[in-house]
């Protein structure tokens, strides 16, 4: 047998605040999605991000305890252009969303900027500098 990747998952404190934040990095979650423990949201290709709320993951772990020290694991959203990740960037952080880094021009060659969501996950917002 051979494992297929499939999904990344989130737990998070407040489904909704969590949602809205992904709805305005573009994905489109139905709005009824904010009242249920779990949510799915497939991507072209059929990558899955899932959602599911501490109490969700508390109830079959109930030992399960935030990390600390830092994050684990961060998400990435490619904005099409220099210019975007700017915006997008000014946007967000206008929106009330912390902005953990400023945009910058990477040494790898892409404008890159990262965001935090509700739950304080980093997600980066990058571009190629050149088209």
């Known amino acids: 047998m051979t494992a297929t990747f499939s999904a990344i998952e989130l737990v998070v404190h407040d489904l909704p605040t969590s949602l809205a934040f992904y709805r305005r990095l573009g994905l489109d979650i139905p709005a009824d999605a904010d009242q249920a423990p779990h949510v799915e949201f497939e991507f072209p290709?059929?990558?899955r991000l899932l959602w599911d709320t501490v109490e969700t993951i508390r109830s079959f772990t109930p030992d399960w305890a935030e990390p600390?020290?830092?994050h684990r694991t961060a998400l990435a959203f490619d904005c099409g252009t220099a210019a975007d990740v700017d915006t997008l960037f000014d946007e967000i952080t206008g929106d009330g969303y912390n902005g953990r880094k400023k945009p910058w021009d990477a040494p790898w060659g892409q404008r890159y900027a990262t965001v935090d969501d509700p739950d304080g996950n980093p997600v980066d917002l990058f571009a190629a500098l050149t088209p």
């Open 68 to 70: 600390t020290g830092g």
């Open 45 to 47: 290709g059929g990558i």
